[in-house]
T-cell receptor
């Protein structure tokens, strides 16, 4: 079982809709999570990071962690065509490494 | 500006050749990482280094080699032993402390011709 899993998508939404992205994780010791956005043929860029349970908001983005169900989510409000990208979730791993989900491809249609 | 620089952006290799991908960071990070990304897939860890002159194998180290002679630099060599080297290679760095985020370079696309 992978430590972090994501639905690969693609997830297609109309412009202005809310994009909802989810990851599940297996290691209950994880307390720190990150979301990255990756445009085609570019390196991932950090969107948000969050500790433990609860919500964290940054502009149109909200990150949510539910430790009881080992579920992490990213919501994008008022989605724009420029939000079309692959979104990767990540959590800590042994040996000061990070473990990544496989990424969810999002397409926002004008 | 602080950041991570990977070069070249595109690299072509003939079969049987070794090639070296460059990764330089000026973020003063101790830890550096190399990942491989294949189309439609996530990131797979090749090698990582937590301190100068020390590095560890990741999940797919076979056919690759690294060095860490300077804190700022972590070059990756793709050797002829790597049977399927065509991929997108990403370098990342982060602080040594737990629960810190990683920052990525813009990647090198390697193609075997």
């Amino acid at each position: 079982q992978k430590e972090v899993e994501q639905d690969p998508g693609p997830l297609s939404v109309p412009e202005g809709a809310i994009v909802s992205l989810n990851c599940t994780y297996s290691n209950s010791a994880f307390q720190y999570f990150m979301w990255y956005r990756q445009y085609s043929r570019k390196g991932p860029e950090l969107l948000m990071y969050t500790y433990s349970s609860g919500n964290k908001e940054d502009g149109r983005f909200t990150a949510q962690v539910d430790k009881s169900s080992k579920y992490i989510s990213l919501f994008i409000r008022d989605s724009q065509p420029s939000d079309s990208a692959t979104y990767l979730c990540a959590g800590p791993a042994a040996g000061n490494k990070l473990t990544f989900g496989g990424g969810t491809r999002v397409l926002v249609k004008p | 500006d602080g950041g991570i620089t990977q070069s070249p952006k595109y690299l072509f290799r003939k079969e049987g050749q070794n090639v070296t991908l460059s990764c330089e960071q000026n973020l003063n990070h101790d830890a550096m990482y190399w990942y491989r990304q294949d189309p439609g897939q996530g990131l797979r860890l090749i090698y990582y280094s937590q301190i100068v002159n020390d590095f560890q194998k990741g999940d797919i180290a076979e056919g690759y080699s690294v060095s860490r002679e300077k804190k700022e630099s972590f070059p990756l060599t793709v050797t002829s032993a790597q049977k399927n080297p065509t991929a997108f290679y990403l370098c990342a760095s982060r602080k040594q402390e737990q629960n810190t985020e990683a920052f990525f370079g813009q990647g090198t696309r390697l193609t075997v011709v």
